[in-house]
């Protein structure tokens, strides 16, 4: 590609954010604090396993984070999100609903269970779940009975409902909220992407009944593989965490367990990388809320390119910034030209209704959906040091 192509001030003013880079990642893990010393401390300790300090601390620090009353730590956030559901009482034969833009892990752990992922639209100017969307499909389909909507068509239960906060952006939640409590439809929400967004001053992943986080590399802030699941709820956080650890009876020294349960903890030597990088939240967020705000200024200036922004009311973590394209060809000429220049952009994810596994799944009227797989790319958004 030549200097003179269309897209090069972009990929230089990229290149300019992120100085002495030969290449420029979309999102590198900052250790910058204590990541080395409490690492080291939990090596010391002996504890490295799914028992220690460092994982007491790591839930203590996501309920100050967060404001929720409980947290619970766990290997992932594929993890997370699937005890959630399981906590939340989602069985073999139900479905749920999700939104057809997600990663996959969301449409994943629900299929764990057996339940069928329902995938139903986003909306253009937060990239979660449509609210409307979900309030029209619940109008056409849903049947409520005591204290449960089953879908009329099918004769399933619906028994959960998993808005995700794209790229950190939070979701219309108060809206979706209010539409899942009429119907008696359990909310869980994949805050995997949104540490340190919030909804009106709301933590997200705080509102429903269960939301579920992530700690995995690309992740704002990273453990290496770790996740955890937030609730205002006793008996579901200590049934999430008595699941998690193998649902063994408390004990002395016998081995009794009282349910199927999961190797699910998160381990004392991830949870000391979360600890330190905890600490750091708040200056990560700040120093990504920055950048966001210079792409904002530089986009602006460009025709042809949207620069995705929080909605008035939420505060974004800017996880991974969001170009819309005008067009599938000019996302996919400028995927082309970054990526062969160095800079790491990516498209959005493949809609989960057009994937193999979900070829039978019921989906709704997804065009937002295919409007914006086809225009959105990210594009670097690093802490920058
Ligand atoms: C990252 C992510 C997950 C899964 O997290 P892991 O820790 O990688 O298992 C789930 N949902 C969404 C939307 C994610 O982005």
């Known amino acids: ?211 579920t986080f992530s700690f995995n590399g690309n992740k704002t802030v990273t453990c290496g593989g770790g996740g955890a699941i937030v609730t205002n709820n006793e008996a579901i956080a200590k049934l999430a965490k008595h699941l998690t650890t193998q649902a063994k009876v408390p004990h002395a020294w016998e081995f009794n367990h009282d349910h199927i349960g999961y190797n699910y903890r998160m381990p004392n030597l991830n949870a000391a990388l979360a600890c330190a990088q905890l600490e750091q939240l708040s200056t990560f967020i700040e120093n990504k809320r920055e950048l966001a705000s210079k792409y904002k200024l530089f986009f602006d200036g460009i025709e042809g390119v949207e620069f995705v922004t929080e909605e008035p009311g939420a505060k974004a973590n800017y996880w991974l910034n969001v170009l819309l394209l005008e067009s599938k060809e000019e996302r996919d000429a400028f995927l082309t030209e970054a990526n062969s220049n160095g800079v790491m952009v990516r498209p959005a994810w493949t809609l989960m209704h057009k994937l193999p596994m979900f070829q039978n799944n019921i989906y709704g009227d997804v065009s937002v959906s295919t409007w914006v797989e086809e225009r959105l790319v990210n594009i670097p958004s690093s802490v920058r040091l």
């Open 1 to 211: 590609m030549t200097q003179s192509s269309k897209y090069s001030n972009i990929i230089d003013y990229i290149k300019g954010l992120f100085p002495n880079q030969s290449f420029i990642p979309l999102h590198e893990p900052r250790f910058v604090g204590n990541e080395r010393k409490y690492v080291i401390d939990a090596i010391d300790s002996t504890y490295v396993s799914s028992v220690g300090a460092y994982v007491n601390r790591f839930e203590e620090m996501m309920q100050e984070i967060t404001g929720a009353k409980y947290a619970v730590a766990t290997v992932n956030g594929t993890a997370a999100l699937h005890m959630a559901l399981i906590v939340a009482g989602v069985n073999q034969g139900d479905e749920v609903i999700s939104q057809d833009l997600t990663f996959i892990a969301t449409a994943n752990a629900i299929s764990y269970l057996g339940a069928s992922p329902v995938f139903l639209d986003i909306d253009r100017n937060n990239l979660g779940l449509s609210a409307a969307s979900l309030e029209a499909f619940l109008q056409e389909n849903g049947k409520k009975e005591s204290n449960a909507t089953f879908n009329r068509k099918t004769g399933k239960r619906i028994a959960a409902c998993v808005p995700m906060h794209s790229f950190g952006f939070p979701c219309d939640i108060d809206k979706i909220a209010a539409i899942c409590d009429e119907w008696h439809i359990p909310l869980v929400e994949d805050a995997a992407e949104s540490l340190g967004s919030y909804h009106d001053s709301k933590h997200t992943g705080t509102t429903g009944l269960v939301g």
